[in-house]
């Protein structure tokens, strides 16, 4: 693992336990389990369940294997690797189901490092360092519904830097680094200076790598931006785009890329320019 200096080594247990303690802020209503339906939790556990029990007579599942399932189960949670797992190897699926009413632009997963609330961009500009590493990125783009009405809606961006490292889960990163709410005027219209994203190695210090590493998979996922897109009387939009000709464009470990997703950017100044927009779904 890369890490930045000797004092500020990035741990999978150090960004588990954020990513745990964000869920925790950010999404505390659903603690309440006991607001699921009875008969839904009853459907979903059970079948579950039964999944779980096909692969263990199909596949002549053995004592070694189930404790060390079980040691391996007890190790997530003691990473705080959970959003890590769910995010990684369910969530794209979660998603797809969501999503699929929608005429609007295609979403992906929110993955585990989304701050909401972040800053307003001053210059239509993300913060960075002085300095900071990675290739200029200019993105032009428009707002509009589904029936072509432009929206003066918002685009919170977030993505980790040139070395692959998110603000606020990587130590040694400031505050709001690579993370910023941009507002588009009232014909829809925005524009946004960052800078392009490295490909990202989920951590394989921790449970997850573990899991990778006894199956023999790799770890990686495409360098990506992640967006929240949102207007007024609109569903909200969550996505990711990915640039072409990404060595895990074609097997992202989770699994969380579409076609639509892949942008189209053009040589611009000292960088690269990107023309993306996004049409949302009414309510
Ligand atoms: C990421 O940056 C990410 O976007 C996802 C989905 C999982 C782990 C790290
Ligand atoms: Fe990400």
Not at 29 to 34: E, N
Not at 43 to 68: C, F, P, Q, S, W
Not at 107 to 122: C, F, K, R, S
Not at 278 to 283: A, K, Q, R, S
Request: hydrophobic fraction near 35%; proline fraction near 8%.
């Amino acid at each position: 693992m890369t890490t930045t200096n000797d004092s500020a080594v990035a741990t999978a247990a150090a960004s588990g336990a954020s990513a745990t303690d964000r869920f925790a802020t950010d999404k505390s209503p659903y603690a309440a389990v006991k607001d699921v339906p009875k008969e839904r939790v009853d459907l979903l556990a059970r079948e579950v369940l039964e999944a779980v029990h096909g692969t263990i007579r199909k596949h002549k599942v053995t004592y070694d294997e189930y404790n060390a399932l079980k040691a391996w189960l007890i190790q997530v949670g003691q990473d705080g690797e959970w959003p890590l797992f769910l995010d990684v190897w369910v969530e794209h699926v979660v998603e797809d189901v969501a999503t699929e009413h929608r005429q609007g632009n295609k979403g992906t997963i929110e993955g585990p490092y989304y701050v909401p609330n972040a800053p307003d961009a001053v210059d239509n500009t993300i913060p960075m360092r002085d300095g900071e590493s990675g290739t200029p990125l200019t993105w032009k783009g428009t707002i509009t519904s589904v029936d072509g009405t432009p929206l003066p809606g918002k685009v919170e961006l977030w993505h980790a830097d040139a070395e692959g490292f998110y603000s606020q889960f990587a130590p040694g990163i400031p505050e709001w680094n690579l993370r910023a709410t941009f507002h588009a005027d009232d014909k829809g219209n925005f524009e946004i200076h960052t800078i392009q994203p490295a490909p990202y190695q989920i951590p394989t210090d921790g449970s997850c790598g573990k899991l990778i590493a006894a199956a023999g998979w790799h770890a990686w996922r495409p360098a990506h931006l992640h967006v929240k897109v949102s207007a007024p009387g609109h569903e909200l939009l969550t996505a990711q785009l990915y640039f072409p000709g990404d060595p895990h464009n074609n097997d992202d470990i989770a699994d969380a890329v579409k076609p639509e997703l892949i942008l189209d950017p053009k040589p611009s100044g000292d960088g690269v320019g990107i023309d993306y927009s996004f049409v949302l779904d009414p309510e």
